[in-house]
């Protein structure tokens, strides 16, 4: 499998794309730059201004406030999509715990596809949705 193939069938089971056509996640794959970062190497800083949605490829990372591990995230996973809606900085580290790859989508490129394909646009709000469900559920237990 060629690594075209392969990023098109991962931008495909995230969420935010499901239900796009092979053409349109091929688009959305050729879009993006492929980031190696070593196991313990930090790949967001929480704090640091936020360009792009992240979508791991291979390896495991976890989501860090402070000395707080709060997720873990393994290929699929993905983190940084608040960047591409506002220009606040990090809210969270984001630390590869052994060798990964990322496929790095940024803001720019994104509003495009946004602007190009209204399935982008469901699949946005969807999850945004069950975002907020998920943390509104967390906050009243």
Sequence with gaps: M??????????GSIPLFRGLEEQELKAIANQT???????GETIVKQGDAGLGFYVIA?????????????AKLGRGSFFGEMSLFDDQPRSADVVA??????????RWNFWSLVSKNKKVTRGLFQEMA???????EALSD
């Design 2 to 11: 060629d690594q075209s193939t392969s990023s098109t069938e991962l931008f």
């Design 97 to 106: 715990t052994e060798p990964t790859k990322c496929l790095v989508l940024l």
């Design 130 to 136: 069950r975002r907020l469900r998920a943390t509104d």
């Design 33 to 39: 730059k492929e980031m190696a970062f070593r196991g």
């Design 58 to 70: 291979d390896g495991e990372a976890v989501v860090k406030r402070g000395k707080r591990t709060v």
